[in-house]
């Protein structure tokens, strides 16, 4: 702006100057000529259009027009009102004393930047919270803050009013109970024998833990009853607070096994039909399970393919890094991290093969 305002100056200093061996007449004759240029232009634009005019051209005008009196400054033609010339004149008054303000070190010092961090996130975890509840919040915690500084943080960063703001997506629910969800499904494949064997497998929404609960060439009701039983026992002794367990319409659960779940205190959800982003969850699992372990390794019976999910299950739950829990592990916790320069060059990191190295587990070497 300031280059832009520096260079109007000059090219109307020039100007300036190239009227001064002007006559009196000429003068009126370039007045008159510029005046029904003016016409023709708003003529053309029509009576409701509006000329837009750069922060520097309001700038240049104001500092040229004000110096006239109010009522020559009526009589001039212009595309523009008298009174907008002089409220850009009072405008370019108080930037240049809000400049000579920060310049000396006066006036409203900033926000400090861990506050306005602090305001970012309570509105982010507390959606229907508005600029008085976040102060109020402030405030017990001995931060000192205006609620209008709190408001003007907020529309900074195009953060809408709290009514606004205050709806929760389907991924927010099912976040916020997913320590009630379980979910399930039947998994399909064929070992070297030719023979078509089915496993089911549960998995957890809250830790991600899986438990598959077997596999068999028939997933007649018997076997399908007795796997759910020992789902339920196992967790009642994990203290496993699921109410909920998500499975599809497949023909191979028969109604007892609702029965069995809701004598547990487990209410069974149906999906809906050729619906699989409605057990997304499980079907990640499915796809992972075949991607690491069904597409990379030779299954020769009913036996090697549960000593095969046995070792997956347990790389799975105690190993393998989710990004849903932060790389940790449903049975593991991600460790502290490393700083001390000398143990990150000395690094002495061990290889554990499982399967026959399908899968790796690394660890430090003890």
């Known amino acids: 702006m300031l280059l832009r305002l520096a260079y109007l100056a000059v090219t109307n200093a020039f100007a300036a100057l190239r009227l001064l061996p002007m006559g009196d007449r000429d003068k009126d004759v370039e007045i008159l000529a510029l005046r029904h240029q003016i016409t023709v232009l708003e003529r053309q634009l029509g009576a409701d259009a509006r000329v837009r005019f750069a922060l520097e051209d309001r700038a240049f005008l104001a500092a040229l027009l004000t110096s006239l009196p109010r009522e020559v400054l009526r009589r001039v033609r212009l595309l523009v ?3 907008t010339v ?11 004393h809000a400049r000579s303000c920060r310049s000396n070190g006066r006036g409203r010092p900033p926000t400090v930047r861990s506050i306005r961090v602090l305001i970012l996130r309570l509105v982010r975890e507390n959606p229907a919270w508005g600029y008085r509840r976040v102060h109020g919040e402030l405030t017990t915690l001995g931060i000192k803050i205006a609620p209008s500084t709190v408001w003007e943080i907020l529309k900074q960063e195009g953060l809408d009013p709290a009514p606004a703001r205050a709806f929760i997506t389907w991924a927010d629910f ?23 064997q089915y496993i089911l497998a549960v998995i957890e929404h809250t830790s991600r833990r899986v438990r598959v609960l077997g596999t068999t060439a028939h997933p007649n009701a018997s076997w399908v009853i007795q796997a759910v039983k020992n789902l339920v026992m ?10 909920y367990l998500i499975r599809d319409r497949d023909a191979k659960f028969p109604a007892l096994v609702d029965e ?8 069974a959800v149906l999906t ?27 299954i020769w019976n009913e036996r090697h393919l549960r000593h095969a ?7 799975y739950n105690e190993h393998r890094a989710h990004q849903a829990r932060a790389q940790a592990a449903p049975l593991r916790t991600v460790p502290d991290p490393i700083f001390d320069p000398k143990r990150i060059d000395d690094l002495n990191i061990h290889r554990r093969d499982r399967l026959g190295g399908v899968l790796h587990e690394y660890s430090h070497a003890a």
């Open 81 to 83: 009102r008298p009174d």
């Open 86 to 96: 002089l409220r850009w004149h009072r405008d370019l008054m108080k930037r240049r």
């Open 174 to 196: 099912l976040r916020s109970q997913a320590e009630a969800l379980l979910a399930c499904d039947f998994i399909e494949t064929i070992t070297l024998n030719g023979q078509r």
């Open 234 to 243: 196992d967790l009642e002794d994990a203290g496993c607070r699921a109410r």
């Open 260 to 267: 069995i779940l809701s004598e547990a205190g487990v209410q």
């Open 272 to 298: 809906g039909i050729r619906m699989p982003r409605m057990n997304a969850v499980m079907e990640r699992w499915v796809q992972s399970c075949r991607r690491e372990l069904l597409d990379r390794c030779l």
């Open 309 to 315: 999910l046995s070792e997956y299950e347990r790389f």
